[in-house]
């Protein structure tokens, strides 16, 4: 029998907070009782021979989904179940609630093999031997096999035209690419000369980066297997400048504008943009089946309706969705569950994994240079934190139920200190002031105003996304409270596609986003989102953008603090279990003390609304981007109606 990881892995991949894959995983995959009955969507298919029997569509051995564990029963077939999203581009929400990953994080957040069968790690760390299930199919019923990763690693990320910057980041360790082999039809395996400790949980990941495509689709549209007239005349009938671009816009599995383009995905999109209702159909060749051998999802259809945001209480309050959390707060619970009596729906609070609800994030890469020389003195940063009334902010707006916090790691992580939370958030006006006029920015204006060193009126316009109207109602309440150090604050409300870029070029002062994702980190966790690596980290996305392409574009860390960040996370990288502990914490205590972002609430629970009639929605969650895809830990696909 294959193992599912070595018994002999390297620390690096010992435990990531219990993140351990075990070999009983596999022996439970291997034990199907053979399906008794056809999925009932599927009848007519089976019976008029175009399509082939349950059996014949599942893998060999298929991923048999442990209920016991779970807490789950076995469902019945059929229906469809409605939620709302705030605009068309959220239609990739369906991958991230499908949830289905070659490797994925359970309810207990532990990694287990999902479209694997099983995964090898060798004792150092830097050998992942990959074992795809025999049998397992695409949507349209064509094999998925070693030769879909082989066309992803040599035709797209290795192809000039495709990357030009080459395979994404968690594929190499230092400046080193991962080395490819097919051992086998059903086997692969990447490899690296020192260890890497982002493979697992980068192909975990909520967006996950889908180092496989489905070969036998794209190859029509890649120069290497078509003739170079006919692709030309693709091109042109579309209207694009080359190949390339064919290629890239048919293949979106994550965006999902391509209804035609095959998935291993729960559901299948049907509907094409533009449109204000998305219909999502089970896929035929899916790959996990409940203890019994019955083919997921049990729900046959998945429906996402677009609408106004400032609408979706009211929505859902009248009825009109099954499951919903998106864009639902804390705001609205009152409301909900006032409207629960009349309808047949539960609203029930989950936990939160984000470090917090709301912060405040400086642009110390603004082009700005009067800005930019103010952003990076850290007794700025500190002010603005002091100044801020958090207990007001979480009395008016979360009736006392959040928590005034720093933007960090939450209780729950065994990296915690409580000071990582505690520093710099009492609202003391008296300490503001006094670091403001050591700073030397004790001129004001008529209206009490302080002024820049340029003589500008110190007026911080705060960019947000436009996506929560609490950040308004914050932002409105912190202004407040900035005006008693002489800071006058400005809201500016953007798309979200428009704040980033304005942050990524410079345009941006501040802006105003959700906390960090994974406020639930281990040792083993990648420390991304607290070092200068990411061109999303609107902190410093030059930087980011610095080391996502390798010094190409963006600027190189200047500032000390951020220096010994990177080296820090060198450190991490390159250590054993302890070694990455401590790496970890000498990161967040640079975070603690230089107030890089600045957190104003968290804890804030979220509200999930559930039709009674659905089954295997859990009563307690935690509702949490990374990890856990909101609801993608907890199995959509397992979600059945009792009615």
């Known amino acids: 029998m294959i193992s599912v990881l070595n018994p002999s892995m390297s620390k690096i991949h010992r435990a990531f907070s219990g993140l351990v894959m075990t070999t009983g995983f596999l022996a439970a995959s291997v034990l199907v009782a053979p399906a008794h009955a056809e999925v009932p969507y599927f009848k007519d298919a089976v019976a008029s021979g175009s399509l082939p029997a349950m059996n014949d569509r599942l893998p060999e051995h298929p991923h048999v989904i442990d209920f016991a564990g779970e807490g789950k029963e076995i469902g019945k077939y059929g229906g469809e179940f409605v939620t709302i999203m705030g605009r068309s581009k959220d239609i990739r929400m369906a991958v991230v609630y499908g949830y289905a990953r070659l490797i994925g994080y359970d309810q207990d957040l532990n990694l287990r093999p999902d479209i694997l069968e099983a995964l090898d790690v060798n004792e150092e760390g830097n050998v992942f031997t990959l074992h795809i299930r025999k049998g397992h199919k695409w949507s349209d019923g064509e094999p998925f096999t070693a030769e879909d990763f082989r066309y992803y690693w040599e035709d797209i990320v290795n192809n000039d035209e495709l990357f030009p910057v080459g395979p994404p980041r968690f594929l190499f360790v230092g400046n080193e690419p991962a080395t490819f082999e097919i051992l086998d039809e059903y086997t692969v395996r990447y490899s690296w000369s020192q260890p890497n400790p982002f493979f697992l949980t980068e192909l975990a990941a909520t967006r996950p980066p889908f180092i496989y495509r489905p070969a036998h689709y794209l190859k029509q549209f890649h120069e290497n297997y078509r003739d170079a007239d006919e692709l030309?005349?693709?091109?042109?009938?579309?209207?694009?400048?080359?190949?390339?671009?064919?290629?890239?816009?048919?293949?979106?599995?994550?965006?999902l504008s391509n209804i035609h383009r095959p998935s291993l995905e729960p559901w299948l999109i049907t509907t094409e943009e533009p449109s204000d209702r998305f219909v999502f159909v089970r896929n035929p060749y899916y790959h996990r089946v409940d203890p019994e051998g019955n083919q997921l999802p049990y729900i046959d259809r998945m429906i996402f309706n677009i609408s106004n945001a400032k609408l979706v209480p009211a929505k859902v309050g009248a009825g009109e969705v099954d499951l919903q959390s998106r864009i639902l707060s804390l705001k609205d619970y009152t409301f909900l569950k006032q409207s629960e009596a009349n309808q047949n729906y539960d609203v029930r609070l989950w936990d939160v994994g984000a470090g917090a609800y709301a912060a405040l994030y400086p642009n110390l890469t603004c082009s700005d240079p009067v800005w930019r020389e103010v952003l990076r003195d850290v007794r700025f940063r500190r002010a603005l934190s002091l100044a801020i009334n958090r207990t007001e902010i979480n009395r008016v707006m979360f009736f006392g139920l959040a928590q005034p916090t720093n933007n960090t790691v939450l209780p729950k992580s065994p990296l915690f200190k409580p000071e990582y939370r505690e520093s710099y958030t009492d609202f003391d006006v008296k300490a503001a002031n006094q670091l403001l006029d050591k700073m030397g920015l004790d001129e004001r204006n008529g209206e009490g105003i302080r002024l820049l060193p340029d003589g500008r009126p110190m007026e911080i316009i705060v960019e947000t996304s436009g996506e929560n109207p609490e950040h308004d109602d914050m932002l409105e309440l912190v202004g407040d409270s900035w005006r008693q150090v002489g800071i006058k604050l400005f809201v500016k409300g953007l798309q979200r596609e428009v704040m980033r870029n304005?942050?990524?070029?410079?345009?941006?002062?501040?802006?105003?986003?959700?906390?960090?994702?994974?406020?639930?980190?281990?040792?083993?966790?990648?420390?991304?989102?607290?070092?200068?690596?990411?061109?999303?980290?609107?902190?410093?996305?030059?930087?980011?953008?610095?080391?996502?392409?390798?010094?190409?574009?963006?600027?190189?860390?200047?500032?000390?603090?951020?220096?010994?960040?990177?080296?820090?996370?060198?450190?991490?990288?390159?250590?054993?279990?302890?070694?990455?502990?401590?790496?970890?914490?000498?990161?967040?205590?640079?975070?603690?003390?230089?107030?890089?972002?600045?957190?104003?609430?968290?804890?804030?629970?979220?509200?999930?609304?559930?039709?009674?009639?659905?089954?295997?929605?859990?009563?307690?969650?935690?509702?949490?981007?990374?990890?856990?895809?909101?609801?993608?830990?907890?199995?959509?696909?397992?979600?059945?109606?009792?009615?």
Do not use: C
């Open 232 to 255: 030309q005349a693709m091109v042109e009938e579309r209207g694009l400048r080359s190949w390339a671009v064919l290629h890239t816009d048919i293949d979106r599995p994550y965006k």
């Open 502 to 643: 304005r942050a990524y070029t410079g345009e941006t002062i501040m802006s105003i986003f959700n906390g960090i994702d994974n406020g639930l980190a281990t040792p083993n966790t990648a420390p991304d989102e607290f070092v200068p690596v990411l061109q999303d980290s609107l902190q410093w996305p030059k930087w980011g953008q610095y080391y996502q392409t390798d010094g190409e574009a963006g600027e190189a860390p200047d500032m000390p603090a951020a220096k010994e960040l990177m080296e820090q996370y060198r450190k991490w990288q390159t250590s054993n279990e302890a070694g990455q502990k401590q790496a970890w914490q000498a990161i967040l205590d640079i975070n603690s003390e230089n107030m890089f972002s600045i957190g104003l609430i968290g804890n804030v629970p979220q509200p999930v609304v559930i039709d009674k009639d659905m089954r295997n929605v859990p009563e307690k969650g935690i509702h949490s981007w990374e990890p856990g895809a909101f609801f993608g830990i907890y199995r959509p696909d397992t979600f059945w109606w009792d009615r």
